[in-house]
């Protein structure tokens, strides 16, 4: 028995690349596969005050939450089989441009974006009516 490493050594005037190196495990997952886009506490209790008030009005009948690894997605249903009435988002990669907030209509029309999510969420406190 030898004290010598069962990889055969390559050329001694090697690159850097064949050196052996130590890498944290952790850094290396969260560099392979980065934590899904979460809302943050605060987040949340704004936007579920929101959908309290829905609901008490009868506009609103269900809730979904998807964290995904771009974006924060909260949706709103009027019933739980349907296409989503309003999706609450949260895109960090907005937040330097236009926000990272936004508020989506069905047909995918932005309602509001911002960098504020009270703001945004004001888009709810005004009625929208259909004008005849």
Do not use: C
Request: charged letters at 35%.
């Amino acid at each position: 028995m030898t004290d010598l490493p069962d990889v055969p050594r390559r050329a001694a005037h090697g690159s850097e690349h064949d050196r052996a190196s130590v890498v944290d495990l952790r850094e290396y997952r969260q560099s392979r596969d980065p934590l899904p886009i979460t809302f943050h506490r605060r987040e949340l209790d704004a936007i579920l005050w929101i959908y309290g008030l829905m609901v008490g009005e009868g506009e609103w009948k269900d809730y979904a939450i998807d964290h995904l690894k771009e974006k924060a997605v909260f949706s709103v249903f009027k019933r739980a089989g349907e296409l989503p009435l309003y999706r609450i988002e949260k895109n960090p990669k907005l937040a330097d441009k236009q926000g990272a907030f936004s508020v989506v209509a069905t047909n995918g029309q932005i309602l509001k974006r911002g960098h504020d999510l009270k703001q945004v969420l004001k888009v709810f406190d005004r009625k929208i009516k259909l004008v005849e």
